[in-house]
């Protein structure tokens, strides 16, 4: 049974440049988290999706950074416009979507770098 | 919103011992506490999780103790080897789903 599995995991981008993250959940999983790790800090939350649907995105920025998990395919994180303080690494985490309390399992990761 | 604090932020013990992480959180209606394990360049590994209606959980080298009223829960790993040399976060629910993380304890087995 494969785990989450994240692409690329690393990406290079300029300043002004678009970066697209993406997360495939396990087999059977139907919600997707993202959280964002700066070096040497924890992890911090971005946004909760199901299939079409947004749950929660308290944790994303207002602008240029958006979310998907569309009914087929994998889950999208997209920063527009990249500026150096988005350089961080980029988790998902995935979850069956049965109950509540769930355990969730994570990816290895998309690292970015903005030069 | 939630906040958890986690404790120390680095930890060195020798080959053999126990080592301790200590982590509060502040919303009472937390009801959800996992651990990960994060090695260098991997993602968080889940190693161990609590949840509210009891107060302790053990599997092999590893136990966490959760104690409601005063906020807290820990993470004990006895018997330490060099491979337990990672980050460790404490995290907790609050508000549906998301996960609160603490800030991490950098662990170092010395053999």
């Known amino acids: 049974n494969a785990g989450v599995m994240q692409n690329p995991r690393h990406l290079v981008r300029r300043r002004g440049q678009e970066a697209r993250l993406r997360c495939s959940p396990m087999k059977g999983h139907s919600h997707v988290y993202w959280y964002r790790q700066l070096p040497e800090e924890g992890l911090k939350f971005m946004v909760y999706?199901?299939?079409?649907?947004?749950?929660?995105e308290s944790g994303m920025p207002k602008e240029r950074f958006s979310a998907e998990f569309p009914k087929e395919g994998p889950s999208i994180l997209r920063i527009q416009q990249v500026v150096r303080g988005d350089s961080a690494a980029y988790f998902c985490a995935s979850s069956p979507g049965t109950a509540r309390q769930e355990t969730q399992y994570f990816g290895p990761g998309t690292r970015l770098l903005v030069l | 919103g939630e906040n958890v604090e986690q404790h120390p932020s680095t930890l060195s013990v020798q080959e053999g011992d126990s080592a301790v992480i200590k982590c509060t959180y502040s919303d009472s209606a937390s009801n959800y506490f996992p651990w990960y394990k994060q090695e260098l360049g991997k993602g968080p590994q889940l190693i161990i999780d609590?949840?509210?209606?009891?107060g302790e959980k053990k599997d092999q080298r590893i136990a966490v103790t959760l104690n409601k009223t005063a906020k807290h829960f820990s993470l004990h790993i006895t018997e330490t080897q060099p491979e337990d040399s990672a980050v460790y976060f404490c995290a907790a629910n609050a508000a549906g789903n998301k996960l609160t993380f603490g800030g991490g304890t950098r662990v170092l087995v010395k053999p």
């Open positions: 999706l199901q299939k079409e649907n947004i749950i929660d």
């Open positions: 609590i949840r509210s209606n009891v």
